[in-house]
């Protein structure tokens, strides 16, 4: 299938703990993104790379590292986890140029 | 600035329009976007519009662009009961060459059948 495709799905941890989501497109797109969504459904942009360069990053805690190893991969690791962190994270990927973005399923992370 | 602001909810009965509306305060938007979240799923691209245009129809779905009142809305004729789920709008500010997106807070449409 063609996609895009981030693991897990949910993410369960304690405040203070060090994790990992990881996301992958199989779209040919140059461009990924990473998306915080919140309790109230607000979706905003964190970090953006293309063809491996960060090319956005918006105002996101230093404890929030995006890596992208190749351009069909971009991972988010999050260090010291805070319960401010508990939200839905969508990867996404485009075309640079295009109009069109395509995100993955979302991972639930709840922080304890 | 890169507000969107929309409605939080909208309940239609099955086979009335459903009309979901939306505002933005970023007079130089290019393109103007749908995007549609059924439940634990991520967000699907419906249907964009290019801030030249004052409407655009895709089947089921009409979106209406008033440049003047920054006001975009989506029609979804015939709605049904899979038609139920949270609707974003969200702008593409002119210039990005990024592809950076400015989202609503989405508007949850609740069809009864």
């Known amino acids: 299938d063609t996609a895009v495709s981030q693991t897990p799905k949910y993410l369960v941890t304690q405040m203070g703990n060090d994790k990992s989501i990881k996301c992958e497109q199989n779209?040919?797109?140059?461009?990924m993104y990473w998306y915080k969504q919140d309790s109230k459904k607000f979706l905003k942009i964190m970090f953006s790379?293309?063809?491996?360069?960060?090319?956005i990053n918006e105002t996101v805690p230093n404890r929030f590292s995006p890596k992208s190893p190749d351009k069909a991969h971009l991972n988010l690791h999050i260090n010291s986890l805070e319960l401010g962190d508990s939200a839905v994270y969508f990867c996404?990927?485009?075309?640079?140029?295009?109009?069109?973005?395509?995100f993955g399923p979302g991972t639930r992370l709840t922080v304890l | 600035g890169e507000d969107v602001e929309q409605s939080l909810f909208l309940s239609v009965r099955e086979g009335d329009s459903s009309v979901i509306n939306c505002t933005y305060t970023d007079s130089s938007s290019t393109y103007l976007y749908w995007y549609k979240q059924e439940p634990g799923a991520g967000l699907q691209l419906l249907t964009y519009i290019f801030s030249n245009m004052d409407m655009k129809q895709d089947q089921r779905l009409t979106v209406l662009l008033n440049k003047k009142d920054k006001h975009l809305s989506l029609r979804i004729a015939d709605t049904q009961t899979g038609d139920s789920a949270i609707y974003f709008c969200a702008e593409r500010e002119r210039g990005s060459t990024l592809g950076r997106l400015y989202f609503g807070r989405g508007t949850q449409l609740t069809v009864w059948p």
């Open positions: 779209l040919g797109h140059d461009t």
């Open positions: 996404a990927s485009s075309h640079l140029a295009s109009n069109e973005q395509f």
């Open positions: 790379y293309n063809n491996k360069e960060l090319i």
